[in-house]
């Protein structure tokens, strides 16, 4: 499932094509995806200006003139493409080779120039949801949405106080969104690694200069990922098409019977935590 910097590299393709864009020719392949589109939704999009694009957590918002919110989330396998050549009258210049998962189509034109913009989910775990900004921040699951990793929010204090006290595990504890929003498995057992902490490690025994150490780690393997295009396993690619290189950064993920990068002597071992594949090195991480 994409994580917070699959989400980013994605608001961050289609800003320079989406910001301020006028969207028309809004077409739905199908009535559903996990959820039933929102009544109207085609024809509430048509004719309405992007005025900024936002993500929260995993979840990206388009904000538009008609003071309505196209909320998407990407589930597993969802993506969106943005023709990079203009439209030319009617002629469209890319060849659609994936028309069996396109759910959503449309135009969106900015500076006079007009592009294609789809979304494909070959997997319909994905959804979107068209609301005002006061429906939008009613919702429970929006308001029960923890901190933004990058933000300055997130800090050893903040960590200290959202793990004391706990019994889970340090794993549990930061994959649980209403902490720390955004997170998800790949990048949790990244910072867990760069920060020489156990998964296992009971979060209530956090220590200040284990907090430090873990909020740096998850800043800083975030901003890399980001920088990086996110990581292209599974389905993944960016709006314009790339694939993202940070899977080539794993340093524990989905590394299981591998060396640990630390030339230790460790060896990498992979276990199950709530269902989710946990790598770590045994050696290290403590």
């Given at each position: 499932?994409?994580?917070?910097?699959?989400?980013?590299?994605?608001?961050?393709?289609?800003?320079?094509y989406?910001?301020?864009?006028?969207?028309?020719?809004?077409?739905?392949?199908?009535?559903?995806l996990?959820?039933?589109f929102?009544?109207?939704?085609a024809?509430?999009?048509?004719?309405?200006?992007?005025?900024?694009?936002?993500?929260?957590?995993?979840?990206?918002?388009?904000?538009?003139?008609?003071?309505?919110?196209?909320?998407?989330?990407?589930?597993?396998?969802?993506?969106?493409?943005?023709?990079?050549?203009?439209?030319?009258?009617?002629?469209?210049?890319?060849?659609?080779?994936?028309?069996?998962?396109?759910?959503?189509?449309?135009?969106?034109?900015?500076?006079?120039?007009?592009?294609?913009?789809?979304?494909?989910?070959?997997?319909?775990?994905?959804?979107?949801?068209?609301?005002?900004?006061?429906?939008?921040?009613?919702?429970s699951?929006?308001?029960?949405?923890?901190?933004?990793?990058?933000?300055?929010?997130?800090?050893p204090?903040?960590?200290?106080?959202?793990?004391?006290?706990?019994?889970?595990?340090?794993?549990?504890?930061?994959?649980?969104?209403?902490?720390?929003?955004?997170?998800?498995?790949?990048y949790?057992?990244?910072?867990?690694?760069?920060?020489?902490?156990?998964?296992d490690?009971?979060?209530?025994?956090?220590?200040?200069?284990?907090?430090?150490?873990?909020?740096?780690?998850?800043?800083?393997?975030?901003?890399?990922?980001?920088?990086?295009?996110?990581?292209?396993?599974?389905?993944?690619?960016?709006?314009?098409?790339?694939?993202?290189l940070?899977?080539h950064?794993?340093?524990?993920?989905?590394?299981?019977?591998?060396?640990?990068?630390?030339?230790?002597?460790?060896?990498?071992?992979?276990?199950?935590?709530?269902g989710?594949?946990?790598?770590?090195?045994?050696?290290?991480?403590?």
């Open positions: 499932m994409p994580e917070l910097p699959e989400v980013e590299t994605v608001r961050r393709g289609l800003e320079p989406l910001d301020t864009a006028i969207l028309s020719d809004v077409e739905l392949h199908r009535p559903n996990r959820y039933p929102p009544e109207r939704f024809d509430q999009l048509n004719g309405a200006t992007v005025l900024r694009l936002e993500r929260r957590a995993k979840y990206l918002l388009f904000h538009l003139d008609i003071q309505k919110i196209w909320v998407t989330h990407l589930g597993m396998t969802g993506r969106f493409q943005v023709e990079q050549q203009a439209l030319d009258g009617n002629y469209y210049h890319a060849v659609d080779t994936d028309s069996k998962h396109r759910h959503v189509s449309a135009i969106a034109t900015r500076d006079g120039v007009a592009r294609k913009l789809e979304f494909f989910d070959p997997r319909r775990f994905g959804f979107m949801l068209l609301l005002t900004p006061a429906e939008l921040y009613a919702t699951w929006y308001q029960s949405l923890g901190v933004e990793p990058l933000s300055d929010a997130l800090s204090a903040y960590l200290l106080d959202m793990a004391r006290d706990r019994k889970t595990n340090l794993k549990a504890l930061l994959m649980a969104q209403g902490g720390i929003a955004g997170l998800g498995n790949i949790v057992c990244e910072a867990l690694w760069r920060a020489k902490l156990s998964p490690r009971p979060a209530g025994k956090l220590t200040p200069k284990d907090a430090e150490a873990l909020t740096d780690a998850i800043k800083t393997v975030l901003e890399e990922a980001v920088a990086a295009g996110g990581s292209s396993i599974s389905d993944f690619t960016a709006a314009t098409g790339e694939l993202g940070f899977q950064s794993f340093c524990v993920y989905d590394r299981k019977g591998q060396p640990c990068r630390r030339e230790d002597g460790g060896i990498i071992e992979r276990k199950v935590h709530q989710r594949s946990t790598f770590f090195c045994p050696k290290c991480q403590r």
